[in-house]
């Protein structure tokens, strides 16, 4: 299961100034959910069922008050690793967790999937407004 | 013969929200029509008029209640295999069965089509208005 | 001399949608022009003056009533193989000759010339309002 | 079903040299066959089961008294477009058709297939011996 | 635990000929093992010391009387998800349970790891010698 | 401890006309603050603790009166080198201090940082208004 | 020292239409002022001061009433091959040159510096207004 | 025709030491014989039967007593302009035109053509033994 | 100052099979010797003199008894960052403090260092006879 | 004039063992000789007929004694800069004068020239044997 509680934060240390944090998370690793049931799928990994999936994720934000602590965030994106869960809903999910516990100006997640029967998905998500973008 | 009722859908998981997914399809293959007629080609294929064509197939949307379920998307672009059809035909006729399937609040679909005689197509066509795209 | 009466179009199959037609004919070949002076050139091949130049030539369309056929712009493109003219007059003939037969909503020619003198040339012109562009 | 009755050949115009011909085809593509059965599986396209398989064919060969005409070689790969082959077996296939209508010094066919299951296959396999290789 | 049972084989279609198998696999995820303790640490994949590896993993071998079956070796692949395992103990494990299973006449495993503390790691193991590759 | 007394500058030689500067520095190298403390941290490079930093600095300018001397940016940017610093912190204190002593029209520092934990990330400040950015 | 008067033109053969030509010169070279001291500098190549400087100068712009001549360009380029000069004077020198004799309506120069001290610049000016962009 | 007659030499100017020289040529293009009848189709480039054909020419001998001369070269492949020739005959008759004229120690020709029909073919002749090759 | 005793080995744990270990190290930086003194230079840092020097070490090795603990070699490596040593000797005296430590059937160490001056450095060594190469 | 007197040596400080020595100049520039006659050319650079050459020199050697010194050999090859001198001549020249100066166990000198009149040329010449060369 996703464990949110493991995302912590540190006082962003410019917080006067509009400026963006953008991170590639390239090892992300999620379960396919079998029979479209979602939720902890950890004895089935070696089933045909549900089948591995991998993404690149890439986060950006501007802070607010304070910034996700990385190594945090390395393990909150591990706790999804055994996890039955659909694409668009693991990117609005990590969306939501992380704009609740960081509270960013404005975030965007996207979750880039590898090659599944011959297609490739990219889901998109954002939540706020990104300032000041047209001068960065 | 293109086969939308193949097309399944499930529902947005995210509805309150305008996010974006996109799907790359590198396995699209038609064949080219023989003599300019259009249709079934089954049994063309081994003669040189109508030749294979081959692109990928570049899908972007918002959803709006419905997601284009994937396995079902790929089934569904396996049935033009032995259709013969013209590029611009094939690329806005994959957005009308989508549209109307799909119901998105913005779609577009471009075919990127391999080397033909010396010259690349890409056709690109979309239905409706982008959404909030300033802010992805 | 370029041919233009050898460019065929075939009726826009969903002239009701503005979409775009995009082709690149990486193969175009003509000659530079002897003492500056335009003209047919094929005898003059294997001399110095007259030497060969290479481009790729990129051709962006919205379709109004009709579409371009491929072979037939395939054979207007051989036609300069043999033919002494200029970088700007050849990407700015080409836009006229499709422009007058194909009519298009808006088109664009974009000839990307091969280095010559240690010196690479890309020239861009088009023709008419591009349609639609933000949501493509 | 492969037609290898559609190869033809021309006399080899450098029959004296020990030279090398290479031809790389992207666009070979059959289908995976059905409940490990091989045979026709036209019908099978838009099953799941019959999905499509697609690859790079690479074929590398020294001519004897002739060579492989390039339109014959073309259409006879086509031949494979509706056929349930396994990858092992196509390469092969192509090998032994082609030895025994071109006869060459050597050959090597090696087909390089697209992800399937999350893995990549590449099969080499080839006939004779490579003359002269040394000076190449 | 890595699951060697669940390696099938196929009767290799052209025994009668020496050619080459090659496969990538680059979803191959495992565990760091937790303080040096390799085994099953299907409960630390949320903590900080048993941390995922990723790697691609490159197979390659001349089969004998028998080839492996696609499928199989994928869920093979994925019963390392969740164990805790040395790179060098990975790759010639793989290499041993392939060739006790599969039985080739020679076999190359080759473990691509991803960067790990600034170092990138790459294993290469191999069983039996190599036939015929002069020719290949 | 950075220093930016070692920052000179000339004078802009075409103060009159709006034109950018960019300048990529690709071996900024500092080290990661033991233990949330920031500040000299020489002694401690070879622990496990103060682990180096690398990163590329892409930094863009507006000059007003005047320019930033190449090698003095160079000295100025080295003086990280024994410095245990926050990413956020070294991209926001290279900006003031280059806008302090360059008193530039606008300014940008982005710093591409390298892969640490899995995660690649890219911090980007900038401070001032781009002039006539939309003729560049 | 730059040769301004090298530069020659011919009459714009389209200068009805707004179109833009694009040049990429990839072999610029001239040396580094000794001493800050800007100037010929032909006999001090050989010495460590006047260091080379190279560089791909791009050059952009919408013809007036004429268009640069390529050869008397690339003379003129080869003018500075001995000067010593700052990298943002050249820049600027070479866009004030360029637009006395060739009068456009818009032009832009991009000096594309190699590694210095391990820093890359790149320089950009303009002059003028770019018009109709949103159309090409 | 080609015209062996263009090329020249110029004697090698360190005849006593094996070394090696190669060339890229990469705008050689000819015409596809029509009907199979080889000869001059300067008539025949606007139909299409006689199609241009496009290849790179890679050239390297190692050089005996004379070495060929890069502009005589250059006029020498454009004079297969407007011929109608096979690509093994192109390649091998190149070798034999600059072996005879030149008289290296070895030589290699590889012509790398053009996709045409989704086919790519790239075809290796030599003559003679290649000397010394363990130390370059 | 190089600390050789940072370096840590574990048991092979497959000593009775000759297989490879490869490790690419893109982090190793060093400084240049002041003066040519080689030896502790971290007060020199900021000074011009002592500039940094930046490589990528790639390690290849046969192990024998043992193998390299990858936390411990990062470890000795960053040990030379505030050393001033030359190229060569950097190289060697890797090759030689790892052969003592790990005592492998065969290593080669190369330093690929990044552009200074203008001119980029390889430097390749090797101790011992590599086994059984012609199978892996 | 090349000033091979430019060259200078240090003792090599590893000469018991064989490792090798590659240097990457991406920067050399020289003249065409004008007419034919090689020489000063430092009054044609802004003439059409002396053209500016640009290349690459890859340098690779087994050291004996002693070491080049790179800023030596930066400053030699300057040298260059305003010598009109055939490729081949270039090539061998700087080979001739390393060798004489650094007596090397083996030494190659690689050309890689910028494409001219639509060829690039590389020349490639060595002098010794070299040693132990299968273990590195």
Chains 1, 2, 3, 4, 5, 6, 7, 8, 9, 10 share one sequence.
Not at 41 to 51: C, H, I, T, V
Not at 58 to 72: D, H, M, N, Q
Not at 75 to 88: A, K, Q, T, V
Request: charged share 25%.
């Amino acid at each position: 299961m996703p464990k949110p509680q493991l995302l912590e934060t540190f006082p962003n240390p410019y917080a006067g100034r509009d400026y963006e944090i953008h991170m590639d998370c390239p090892e992300f690793t999620s379960l396919c959910p079998l029979g479209g049931i979602e939720g902890d799928a950890s004895d089935l990994a070696a089933l045909e069922g549900g089948a591995p999936d991998f993404a690149t994720m890439r986060i950006t934000y501007f802070p607010g008050e304070s910034c996700v602590e990385l190594k945090s965030l390395k393990l909150y994106l591990w706790s999804f690793r055994n996890d039955g869960i659909f694409y668009e809903r693991a990117v609005n999910r990590i969306l939501d967790d992380l704009v609740e516990r960081v509270n960013p100006k404005w975030m965007r997640v996207v979750g880039d999937f590898n090659l599944r029967g011959g297609i490739k998905s990219v889901i998109t998500a954002s939540s706020g407004t990104r300032p000041a973008s047209q001068d960065l």
